[in-house]
């Protein structure tokens, strides 16, 4: 089989397994389960938990002792059988368990993912930076497809979509094996774990502007799975005074628009980079995500459901104008020697701490506007709106950035 179709498989299948249930966990853990705000943003900040040290350890596996193929094989079927195993709980703490080592096992594989990928394209002679995009896009499109199987076989309130992701991970981890080989590398080329982890670049704090550019990517990374832990859960409590409207009854194909979007808004990135650089770029995200909660707000699967989709529309500039522009700037701005260690920091920061406090910070706001089991919706997603607009008023006046047209252009040419 063609090397890309093969490729464009193994993409395809690691963000199915995700998608599967990232989107629709929190509502079937809310409406099913009973459990509490605090409980389910606790059980999604694991993930944050796990991005912190585990794609770390992982990457040194496959770069010092294993080929990494196999890494990513087995962090796949330890991950099917944890899932396998979660769909026959119910109780707060023991999910809670479940899930950290499921995610202590996910997280890493989609670093390993891409390393496979890379092996496969140079080892077929193939440019990467051409080649490698096509292919990664397809798990976008795996993950908008998982949301759309849960949808339409009725599991987004069941742990049917635990079931779905479980045989997607083993029938992934077993395809893991097939792929080229990818041996362990030469001590001297082998990362050690303070570069794999970023520690040896937290020599970029002592720089004002980096400094406060990672804070805010703290502070921001809070905000990106808030609609993935409650936005479930947010639809279904409209089923009595909406009975029977999209919204309702396929919760996960409205939400999956937020995915479609931010494929399309991936490819605006360089044109918004070279006209109003990174500083701009950057606020525009920040402003993005005080629409996105504010039309949550508003918004209603009836009459108001326009505002919903264009919530959903706008999760694209929120999501990407700010990841993907933070990593080009974060590779223009450190030592060529310490950027990978750079990048490994941005994502501690953003997917590390960022999810982890927003994850347990954000059920704290959805328990605090909830009584007799009944959920203010409006004045959480404005308390959500309100944090991004506070954001949005402090960065542009401390962090300070002139825009250099020629060097962003660079640094998206690369």
């Not at 390393?115 to 995009?133: H, R």
């Not at 937020?258 to 006209?275: A, D, K, M």
Request: net charge positive; hydrophobic share 55%.
């Amino acid at each position: 089989m063609n090397i890309r179709i093969r490729l464009i498989i193994l993409n395809f299948l690691q963000f199915f397994v995700w998608g599967s249930w990232l989107i629709s966990l929190g509502g079937y853990m809310i409406v099913t389960l009973k459990f509490t705000g605090v409980e389910v943003g606790s059980i999604f900040s694991t993930m944050g938990i796990a991005s912190l040290f585990m794609p770390a350890i992982m990457g040194i596996l496959a770069d010092r002792f294993y080929n990494a193929e196999r890494v990513l094989g087995f962090c796949h079927i330890i991950g099917a059988a944890l899932l396998l195993l979660a769909t026959r709980i119910t109780d707060y703490p023991t999910l809670y368990i479940i899930m950290l080592f499921n995610a202590m096992f996910y997280m890493p594989t989609i670093a390993l993912t891409n390393t496979v990928s890379y092996n496969a394209l140079e080892k077929s002679g193939q440019d990467i930076v051409k080649s490698f995009p096509p292919i990664r896009v397809w798990g976008t499109i795996g993950f908008i497809v998982a949301m759309w199987a849960v949808d339409f076989l009725g599991f987004t309130k069941s742990s049917g979509q635990l079931y779905v992701s479980g045989i997607s991970a083993l029938v992934l981890g077993i395809y893991s094996f097939t792929m080229p080989k990818r041996p362990p590398l030469k001590s001297s080329d082998a990362r050690s774990l303070a570069n794999s982890v970023g520690l040896d670049a937290f020599v970029l704090f002592k720089t004002k502007k980096m400094a406060i550019f990672f804070t805010f990517s703290m502070l921001l990374g809070a905000a990106l799975q808030i609609t993935n832990l409650f936005g479930g859960s947010f639809l279904d409590d409209f089923k009595t005074l909406y009975p029977g409207t999209f919204g309702v009854e396929h919760p996960n194909l409205l939400l999956s628009i937020s995915q479609i979007s931010e494929t399309l808004f991936i490819l605006t990135i360089p044109f918004f980079l070279r006209r109003f650089g990174i500083k701009k770029v950057m606020l525009f995200s920040i402003i993005a995500w005080v629409f996105r909660f504010g039309l949550f707000a508003i918004g209603n699967p009836g009459d108001g459901l326009f505002l919903l989709i264009l919530s959903m529309i706008i999760y694209g500039m929120a999501f990407d104008f700010f990841n993907i522009s933070g990593s080009l700037f974060v590779e223009r701005e450190a030592d060529p020697k310490i950027r990978a260690s750079a990048q490994g920091l941005f994502m501690i920061m953003t997917n590390g701490l960022g999810a982890f406090f927003g994850g347990i910070l954000s059920g704290w706001v959805v328990d605090h506007f909830t009584t007799n089991g009944v959920r203010d919706w409006e004045s959480i997603w404005f308390s959500f709106a309100g944090y991004a607009l506070l954001l949005a008023i402090i960065f542009p006046i401390i962090f300070k950035y002139k825009h250099q047209k020629d060097e962003m252009a660079t640094a998206v040419a690369h």
